[in-house]
């Protein structure tokens, strides 16, 4: 079978399409025949050897895919060959085959494709536990979207009106701000020409925003933090802009909010059955049609370094997607 692989750490294009042994699976875990696999931030790090996780070179980037049962390992229950499922993965997804273990396997809904299938699980299932399980979003709450064209921005601004809140997405251009509100954001703030306070201010009449989502970092952080409402709550999401941003440890104080880490993928392993009904909840949006994955672009196996390329370079709206089979 063919994978894309990292022999060195360094830039997507330094990854090779290369013809590997077919995978067996290990008790507890099942291989899966890949149709799809979604592109995400964490790809383009681990690339680079600037993950938390470092696998042992030869390895296939890609967190996350959908496509259909191919092998069983032993002691897996509740699966059969042929299903058709998807999988958040850590790395090894941009291949013809993938490796996953059964607990992190789910069925895919009838009404679901495998392109949209490989664009869900890490982005929607990041953003309902960051709103729901991290911040406890509540309907009529005010949350604020940093980076809310992006594929964990957009489905934050689909799973915030889902919970009843009302929604501000912030970006860079105007067709990305675009994209929010066909998405749902009931707000837009620009913030390559408006001052991300000063807009906040004018929308929230000077309350401020009870969430902030901040997938980001970089300089907007600290003013999103500033304009957090009493018993605010800032989620730290991740850092696309690059930078770590200091906090003045101070604003939690004055401002009575709290900074709130979000980290899905040890949520995912660690309380397994809570992120099983969260994902159950995601499902049934999707076919009321209240989620639905945007899909930018569609790259096939051989081109995986210049999917990664399109994402890292900040110019993809929602998601990414690499087409196997």
Known sequence: MKAMLCHAYGPPDSLRLEEVPSLQPGPGQVVIAVAAAGVNFPDTLIIQGKYQYKPDLPFSPGGEVAGTILRLGADVTGLRVGDRVLAPLGWGGYAEEAIAEAWRVLPIPDEMDFDTASAFVLTYGTSHHALKDRARLQPGETLLVLGAAG???????????????????A?????????????GADEVVHYGRD?????????????????????????????ALRSTAWNGRFLVVGFAAGDI??????????????????FWGAFARKQPEVNALNMR?????????????????????????????????RGAKGKVVITVR
């Open 195 to 223: 001052d991300l306070r000063t807009r906040l201010k004018e929308i929230t009449g000077d309350r401020g925003v009870d969430v902030v989502y901040d997938p980001v970092g970089g300089r907007l952080s600290e003013a």
């Open 281 to 313: 909840e995601l499902f049934g949006w999707f076919r009321d049609g209240r989620v639905r994955p945007h899909i930018c672009a569609r790259f096939p196996l051989a081109r995986a370094g210049e999917a990664m390329q399109a994402l890292a370079g």
């Open 245 to 262: 941003p200091a906090i003045p440890l101070n604003l939690p104080l004055l401002k009575g909010c709290a900074i709130v880490g979000v």
């Open 151 to 169: 594929g964990v921005g957009l489905a934050a601004i689909e799973i915030g009106k889902a919970i009843g809140a009302h929604v501000i997405a």
């Open 171 to 183: 970006a860079s251009t105007d067709d990305k701000l675009a994209l929010c509100t066909e998405h």
